[in-house]
């Protein structure tokens, strides 16, 4: 399937989404989406998108009125609370699984390319199109290259500091950011990785030319 017609679908389908009231309709889209996370080839990120979802659930799930289900000190889960805290999480893993589903078999970078080309005509109005997805579709490619950097300097942080506590952790995490912020704006090109994860700034002068 072309990436414009994955797009649409998901447009579609995320629209859909606003339509899901009931807690039958939700848990069945919960499950769904549960089941895409739990694929083959999906599973990448399950810790950040579990600790999100349960973050959405647990942000929704007080300060409702309706019939007390549960009650502790000032805190309480009522029937509406707990449809909407389900509702609410139910939407965001749809949207979540929906994103895995349109970027598996399709880039980023095509999907970038297919996005510019919907909106291409907002520049006729002096939107800066072009611009903003050069800059998207150069950022998508330097987060692998900054993701490795920030692990090897962690890395070698961790190994030469004597300390080995979460203060020494948050310490060397925090002298690591501004250096390798300034590395990222100075130099982009080291951190670009091609499309075998090989760093295109370490290729010799021989790779260089057969590219």
Same mark, same amino acid.
């Given at each position: 399937?072309r990436?414009?017609?994955k *797009?649409?679908?998901y447009?579609a389908? #995320?629209?859909?989404?606003?339509?899901?009231?009931?807690?039958?309709?939700a848990?069945?889209?919960?499950?769904?989406?549960?089941?895409?996370?739990?694929?083959?080839?999906?599973?990448?990120?399950?810790i950040p998108?579990?600790?999100?979802?349960?973050?959405?659930?647990?942000?929704?799930?007080? %300060?409702?009125?309706?019939?007390?289900?549960?009650?502790?000190?000032?805190?309480?889960?009522?029937?509406?609370?707990? &449809?909407?805290?389900i $509702?609410?999480?139910?939407?965001?893993?749809?949207?979540?699984a929906g994103?895995?589903?349109?970027t598996?078999?399709?880039s $980023?970078?095509e999907?970038?390319?297919?996005?510019? &080309?919907? %909106?291409?005509?907002?520049?006729?109005?002096?939107?800066?199109? &072009?611009?903003?997805?050069?800059?998207?579709?150069?950022?998508?490619?330097?987060?692998?290259?900054?993701?490795?950097k920030?692990?090897?300097?962690?890395?070698?942080?961790?190994? #030469?500091?004597?300390?080995?506590?979460?203060?020494?952790? *948050?310490? *060397?995490?925090?002298?690591?950011m501004l250096?390798?912020?300034i590395?990222?704006?100075?130099?982009?090109?080291?951190?670009?990785?091609?499309?075998?994860?090989?760093?295109?700034?370490?290729l010799?002068?021989?790779?260089?030319?057969? &590219?």
């Amino acid at each position: 399937m072309r990436a414009s017609s994955k *797009i649409l679908l998901y447009i579609a389908f #995320s629209a859909s989404l606003f339509w899901v009231e009931g807690k039958t309709a939700a848990l069945w889209l919960l499950t769904s989406s549960l089941a895409v996370f739990l694929a083959p080839g999906m599973k990448r990120g399950m810790i950040p998108i579990s600790l999100f979802l349960l973050t959405t659930f647990l942000g929704n799930l007080f %300060f409702h009125p309706g019939r007390v289900l549960i009650e502790a000190g000032p805190l309480s889960i009522t029937d509406e609370s707990l &449809r909407t805290a389900i $509702v609410r999480t139910a939407r965001v893993s749809g949207l979540i699984a929906g994103a895995k589903l349109l970027t598996r078999g399709t880039s $980023v970078e095509e999907i970038l390319e297919t996005l510019k &080309r919907f %909106f291409l005509p907002l520049e006729r109005i002096r939107v800066p199109v &072009r611009e903003f997805f050069e800059t998207a579709t150069l950022t998508f490619r330097l987060l692998p290259g900054i993701r490795a950097k920030a692990v090897k300097s962690y890395r070698e942080g961790i190994s #030469s500091t004597t300390g080995n506590g979460p203060l020494d952790r *948050i310490r *060397i995490v925090a002298t690591l950011m501004l250096p390798l912020m300034i590395n990222t704006i100075r130099s982009p090109e080291e951190l670009l990785y091609d499309d075998e994860g090989v760093p295109e700034a370490g290729l010799g002068e021989g790779d260089q030319r057969s &590219r």
